[in-house]
């Protein structure tokens, strides 16, 4: 499996991007996409994830109310629709996946992809 994230960029606090990633290669019924972020200097967090199959999704405290994940079966993508940004939210974010089960663990996420940088500064 092949996952790649893009979509991010500079944006001015209290603004809004959308990210998306792009999942390639068998997916189990079971395959779950995550949203993970990490600042300089900080440890790469959970931010949300989706469950490909229904939909079951969850966030982050920190995100909830002001992130929205959503996915395309048809098209094997995963979007991360992100309003009301922070400079706190500023990170490189990464898809990644995996077939094992809900979580914002990224220890438990086998397949990455490469991270798309989000900047939110006025």
């Known amino acids: 499996v092949q996952l790649q994230a893009f979509g991010g960029g500079l944006v001015q606090p209290g603004g809004s991007l959308r990210l998306s990633c792009a999942v390639s290669?068998?997916?189990?019924?079971?395959?779950?996409i995550g949203w993970f972020r990490q600042a300089p200097g900080k440890e790469r967090e959970g931010v949300s994830y989706i469950r490909m199959r229904d939909g079951v999704s969850d966030y982050a405290d920190s995100v909830k109310h002001r992130f929205t994940i959503s996915r395309d079966n048809a098209k094997n993508t995963v979007y991360l629709e992100m309003n009301s940004l922070q400079p706190e939210d500023t990170a490189v974010y990464y898809c990644a996946g995996n077939g094992y089960g809900t979580s914002l663990n990224p220890t438990t996420y086998d397949d990455w992809g490469q991270g798309t940088q989000v900047t939110v500064s006025s």
């Open positions: 290669g068998f997916i189990e019924y079971k395959y779950v």
